[in-house]
């Protein structure tokens, strides 16, 4: 079955740590998107990646970072400067043509 | 900088009215708008995507209309039923300065259906 996979679906973070959410795709997609929801309020963009080895800062990329090694896989870490990091993380994908984004189950992230 | 705002934020409805979930946005010059809907705990699923050039877009029971002038669309859900019940999400595309296409979403309309 084609489609986007996050793990794991629950994450808890003590004070000080980093800690990684995986999203991996087998859509071919080559754009890739990290969003974050919090209760009551659109998504926001995290960071987002066109092309391997290439990513762009969203409208709240503070406290986050990413890489982008592989077409398939787009992990996020979210780092001890991230203050206020509870929330339910969603990963997304697209072509480059073809707008529509495709969403995994997501990652909620709970601190300790 | 564009904004995405629905209107209600919460609905109640009983099995079998029609009902209709309102998005507006501030910026008309958007490349397509998206209706999505997410169940409590998951992702989303896009139900309905509206390119700009186009009026309205049609999926079973659900009909998405799109006023680019006004910066404005509509989800209209025929005979609704318990299973509607979810979040549903409007979002609308446009260039970034980046140059690609980023997605601005509203905060959501909870719906319950009650049997």
């Known amino acids: 079955d084609g489609g986007i996979t996050q793990s794991p679906k629950y994450l808890f973070r003590k004070e000080g740590q980093n800690v990684t959410l995986s999203c ?86 709970l601190v300790l | 900088k564009q904004e995405v705002t629905q209107i209600p934020a919460a609905l109640s409805v009983p099995e079998g009215e029609n009902l209709v979930l309102n998005c507006s946005f501030t910026d008309s010059a958007i490349y397509n708008l998206q209706w999505f809907r997410q169940d409590p705990g998951k992702g989303l699923t896009s139900l309905l995507l509206i390119q700009s050039s186009q009026r309205e877009q049609t999926s079973g029971r659900l009909n998405a209309s799109l006023d680019k002038s006004s910066g404005r669309s509509t989800l209209y859900i025929a005979a609704s039923q318990p299973g509607d019940s979810a979040t549903y999400l409007c979002a609308v595309s446009d260039l970034s300065g980046a140059g690609s296409y980023q997605l601005t979403f509203g905060k959501g309309t909870k719906l319950s259906v009650i049997p």
Not at chain 1, 35 to 54: H, T
Not at chain 1, 61 to 84: D, H, I
Request: proline share 5%; with cysteine.
């Open chain 1, 24 to 109: 991996e795709q087998n859509l071919n997609h080559d754009a890739m998107y990290w969003y974050r929801q919090d209760p009551g309020q659109g998504l926001r963009l995290i960071y987002y990646s066109q092309i391997v080895n290439d990513f762009q800062k969203g409208d709240i990329a503070e406290g986050y970072s990413v890489s982008r090694e592989k077409k398939e896989s787009f992990p996020l870490t979210v780092t001890s400067a991230q203050k206020n990091p509870t929330a339910f993380y969603l990963c997304a994908s697209s072509t480059i043509l073809e707008e529509t984004q495709y969403f995994g189950p997501g990652t909620r992230l």
